[in-house]
T-cell receptor, first 113, second 115 residues
Framework: DQQVKQNSPSLSVQEGRISILNCDYTNSMFDYFLWYKKYPAEGPTFLISISSIKDKNEDGRFTVFLNKSAKHLSLHIVPSQPGDSAVYFC????????????FGSGTQLTVLP | EPEVTQTPSHQVTQMGQEVILRCVPISNHLYFYWYRQILGQKVEFLVSFYNNEISEKSEIFDDQFSVERPDGSNFTLKIRSTKLEDSAMYFCASSVMVGATGELFFGEGSRLTVL
């Protein structure tokens, strides 16, 4: 079941530069998308979300872009900091599913000092 | 800052034994969930719980699994007869919003190892 796909298992970026993490989905019923960050031995931590009625949502250094026609979303982190190094999960939810999230496989982001 | 707490952090059990994983959700939250992550695989939805009953469950959540909110604070996941393939990190989560939006807050997870 590959309803939510993160095709890049890892990404390395220099401190201060932009990190772009990508996510694709196949289920047209998904209408709410989230990004979570996960450190080892911890649970996922919510970062940012976007509803399908929007194409962009911004929160500080984090911006999520949604392209519904392409069924693609991306997370931009600007500027990247070493503390951002973690696994980033894309997740999606469909209306009426009582928050049943479908997760991607994650992308390990490493921000190099 | 309020958080979701889970116990135990790690449990080792023999195949066929019963296991109960415990969670204390954030106090004003209304929805409760269990997810799991088998090593090297995706985080997978197991079950959601609202108003003292299961709202949704996945195919993974078969008759060997059950959830309960025995009092006003705890939310438990029971695996009646564990199998080797139940070895995973189990995450409890809670959310305050009713409906499709609203973020989930996850606990740190309980690692279950079935021998």
């Amino acid at each position: 079941d590959q309803q939510v796909k993160q095709n890049s298992p890892s990404l390395s970026v220099q401190e201060g530069r932009i990190s772009i993490l990508n996510c694709d989905y196949t289920n047209s019923m998904f209408d709410y998308f989230l990004w979570y960050k996960k450190y080892p031995a911890e649970g996922p931590t919510f970062l940012i979300s976007i509803s399908s009625i929007k194409d962009k949502n911004e929160d500080g250094r984090f911006t999520v872009f949604l392209n519904k026609s392409a069924k693609h979303l991306s997370l931009h982190i600007v500027p990247s900091q070493p503390g951002d190094s973690a696994v980033y999960f894309c997740a999606a939810s469909a209306y009426g599913s009582a928050r049943q999230l479908t997760f991607g496989s994650g992308t390990q982001l490493t921000v190099l000092p | 800052e309020p958080e979701v707490t889970q116990t135990p952090s790690h449990q080792v059990t023999q195949m066929g034994q019963e296991v109960i994983l415990r969670c204390v959700p954030i106090s004003n939250h209304l929805y409760f969930y269990w997810y799991r992550q088998i090593l090297g695989q995706k985080v997978e939805f197991l079950v959601s719980f609202y108003n003292n009953e299961i709202s949704e469950k996945s195919e993974i959540f078969d008759d060997q699994f059950s959830v309960e909110r025995p009092d006003g604070s705890n939310f438990t996941l029971k695996i009646r007869s564990t199998k080797l393939e139940d070895s995973a990190m189990y995450f409890c989560a809670s959310s305050v919003m009713v409906g499709a939006t609203g973020e989930l807050f996850f606990g740190e997870g309980s690692r279950l190892t079935v021998l």
